[in-house]
């Protein structure tokens, strides 16, 4: 393979890595924080997950935190740093 060909295939491995973690970063999003949200609001009902007051605070902190992990680490990895 020539050097063109070996840059051009880890651009496209880094575009995947970072396009997955950006996923992962709307999925945990969705998830925990949209969920939490629509627990707190009383959007949901007649759930067995009754972790009380505490517990919904940290799902939603947590998942926001890793909602920001995961986007910039996609984000550092698809400039290259």
Known sequence: MTTREDRDKAKSAREMLSKYFFSLSIATYTGAV????????????????????????????????????????????????
């Open 34 to 81: 949209m969920g939490t949200l629509a627990s707190m609001l009383g959007l949901l009902k007649g759930t067995d997950l009754d972790s009380g007051v505490i517990g919904t605070v940290a799902i939603f902190v947590i998942g926001s935190i890793l909602t920001v992990i995961f986007a910039v680490v996609g984000n550092k990895i698809i400039k290259g740093k």
